[in-house]
């Protein structure tokens, strides 16, 4: 008698849950040279190829744009492309001075060191070696099967500056309880682009209120220099924020994963599809909530922090307009690199199947490419959010093994592939 297909997806979930492990211990022991030789040509080789394309920099191009215009005397806001505060305008200006033939070849080399410092901060905060093959051949891997990292590298979109700054901050927290340095690495990703202003949440859930001044004091006072050396500074709330809030126009709209743009795209009447995203969000905010309350006890906290702040940043991407693939870029070093824990996420099958629309060799039907791929990159957003708040509302018990040496009393070890912090830190939250 054949098994119930729930039976059997149980069962196949504990079998690569399983296999998982034995993964995870190889993909730790250290990578040799030959393999570090060739992750570092996969990821200069992308950085090549793009700089030779004739269509490189396009994002990165607004913002440099909007830096010679306020050299130039004007104000960078005319300008409605340029939806940043106006701190950025101040971060632009090295970037404006660089010729444009040097900075075809700085840029996309910038671009993968951000999500290269992103990944390896990511990896720490796990106490995953820096030297293993799962920290160099799992960055090589993710560039060449992520399609959004070769997007990102190639438009230079400043998002790989919060895809850095979210794994370092939250490093700065498990390691040495800094809270007001990481709300000064927040404070100043804001001001390059305020995609991390969500994240002021998990600072209201720790109650760390130095750490939250920092984030929202220096993006404030580097946008109120900006608004000082500019004129009609006032665009920005009259001009620029109007269209940003009401999701660009026709020309951001094939890329826009927010279920809020995808969803009338599919029939959907406008007012249902705002009510199911915020629904969603409501949900999510809750769930990071629940997450943060649950203490892990095991593993010094570093999985609740990462989860948390994770589920805080997906339920912002869920309401935003718009809201692009590149944007999964600020969680997902910190989900795949949890997967050395236990019960994490990237554990689950689930979790790779919600990114398969995402992999760049996979062939997908030509109405699913181009315009219409708002669609895949929606069903990874929605997806990767269900299953981190399903995760966060549904607690999984840990058995810790007693584990004994010579000479000093019974101890328990968290069952986990790589080491947590040392005691000291897991008093941190």
């Given at each position: 008698?054949?098994?119930r297909?729930?039976?059997w997806?149980?069962?196949?979930?504990?079998?690569?849950r399983?296999?998982?492990?034995?993964l995870?211990?190889?993909?730790?022991?250290?990578?040799?040279?030959?393999?570090?030789?060739?992750?570092?040509?996969?990821?200069?080789?992308i950085?090549?190829?793009?700089?030779?394309?004739?269509?490189?920099g396009?994002?990165?191009?607004?913002?440099?744009?909007?830096?010679?215009?306020?050299?130039?005397?004007?104000?960078?806001?005319?300008?409605?492309?340029?939806?940043?505060?106006?701190?950025?305008?101040?971060?632009?200006v090295?970037?404006?001075?660089?010729p444009?033939?040097?900075l075809?070849?700085v840029?996309?080399?910038?671009?993968?060191?951000?999500?290269?410092?992103?990944?390896?901060?990511?990896?720490?905060?796990f106490?995953?070696p820096?030297?293993?093959?799962?920290?160099?051949?799992?960055?090589?891997?993710?560039?060449l099967?992520y399609?959004?990292?070769?997007?990102?590298?190639?438009?230079?979109?400043?998002t790989?500056?919060?895809?850095?700054?979210?794994?370092?901050?939250l490093?700065?927290?498990?390691?040495?309880?800094?809270?007001?340095?990481?709300?000064?690495?927040i404070?100043l990703?804001?001001?390059?682009?305020?995609?991390?202003?969500?994240?002021?949440?998990?600072?209201?859930?720790?109650?760390?209120?130095?750490?939250?001044?920092a984030?929202?004091?220096?993006?404030l006072?580097?946008?109120?220099?900006?608004?000082?050396l500019m004129?009609s500074p006032?665009?920005?709330?009259?001009?620029t924020?109007?269209?940003?809030?009401?999701?660009?126009?026709?020309?951001?709209?094939?890329?826009?994963?927010?279920?809020?743009?995808v969803?009338?795209?599919?029939?959907?009447?406008?007012?249902v599809a705002?009510a199911?995203?915020?629904?969603?969000?409501?949900?999510?905010?809750?769930?990071?909530?629940v997450?943060?309350?649950?203490?892990d006890?095991?593993?010094?906290?570093?999985?609740?922090?990462?989860e948390?702040?994770?589920?805080?940043m997906?339920?912002?991407?869920?309401?935003?307009?718009?809201?692009?693939d590149?944007?999964l870029?600020?969680?997902?070093?910190?989900?795949?690199?949890s997967?050395?824990?236990?019960?994490?996420m990237?554990?689950?099958?689930?979790?790779?199947?919600?990114?398969?629309?995402q992999?760049?060799?996979?062939?997908?039907p030509?109405?699913?490419?181009?315009?219409?791929?708002?669609?895949?990159?929606?069903a990874?957003?929605?997806?990767?959010a269900?299953?981190?708040?399903r995760?966060?509302?549904?607690?999984?018990?840990?058995?810790?093994?007693?584990?004994?040496?010579?000479?000093?009393?019974?101890?328990?070890?968290p069952?986990?592939?790589?080491?947590?912090a040392?005691?000291?830190?897991?008093?941190?939250?």
């Amino acid at each position: 008698m054949g098994l119930r297909p729930g039976i059997w997806l149980r069962q196949w979930d504990a079998r690569v849950r399983d296999s998982g492990s034995r993964l995870v211990d190889w993909l730790l022991r250290p990578a040799s040279l030959p393999w570090r030789l060739v992750s570092l040509a996969v990821v200069l080789g992308i950085c090549v190829s793009t700089s030779l394309r004739e269509n490189w920099g396009s994002d990165n191009a607004f913002v440099v744009k909007a830096a010679e215009t306020l050299l130039d005397g004007g104000s960078p806001y005319e300008d409605k492309r340029f939806l940043y505060l106006p701190s950025a305008v101040l971060m632009a200006v090295p970037e404006a001075l660089l010729p444009q033939t040097a900075l075809r070849w700085v840029l996309p080399v910038g671009m993968s060191g951000l999500l290269g410092i992103g990944w390896l901060a990511a990896l720490r905060l796990f106490s995953v070696p820096l030297r293993s093959r799962f920290a160099v051949v799992g960055f090589a891997v993710f560039a060449l099967a992520y399609k959004p990292y070769v997007n990102l590298v190639l438009i230079g979109n400043w998002t790989a500056i919060s895809a850095a700054a979210l794994p370092v901050a939250l490093l700065l927290v498990a390691r040495r309880r800094a809270w007001g340095a990481a709300g000064l690495v927040i404070g100043l990703a804001i001001a390059c682009k305020p995609m991390l202003v969500p994240l002021g949440v998990l600072f209201l859930f720790a109650r760390q209120w130095r750490g939250l001044a920092a984030a929202v004091l220096v993006p404030l006072g580097f946008s109120l220099a900006g608004a000082l050396l500019m004129p009609s500074p006032s665009l920005f709330f009259t001009k620029t924020l109007p269209f940003l809030l009401g999701g660009q126009d026709a020309y951001a709209l094939p890329w826009d994963a927010s279920p809020i743009a995808v969803l009338p795209r599919l029939g959907v009447p406008e007012p249902v599809a705002v009510a199911v995203a915020f629904a969603g969000a409501g949900a999510g905010l809750w769930a990071a909530w629940v997450r943060w309350r649950r203490p892990d006890g095991v593993d010094g906290g570093e999985l609740r922090l990462a989860e948390t702040a994770c589920m805080v940043m997906l339920t912002a991407f869920l309401v935003s307009r718009p809201s692009f693939d590149h944007y999964l870029l600020v969680v997902l070093p910190l989900l795949l690199a949890s997967a050395v824990r236990e019960g994490s996420m990237p554990r689950s099958p689930w979790f790779w199947l919600a990114l398969t629309p995402q992999v760049a060799l996979l062939p997908w039907p030509s109405e699913l490419a181009h315009k219409r791929r708002a669609f895949k990159d929606c069903a990874t957003l929605c997806g990767l959010a269900f299953l981190l708040a399903r995760r966060a509302l549904r607690p999984r018990r840990v058995t810790l093994e007693p584990v004994t040496t010579a000479g000093s009393p019974p101890r328990t070890e968290p069952e986990c592939a790589a080491k947590p912090a040392e005691s000291a830190s897991r008093t941190a939250f």
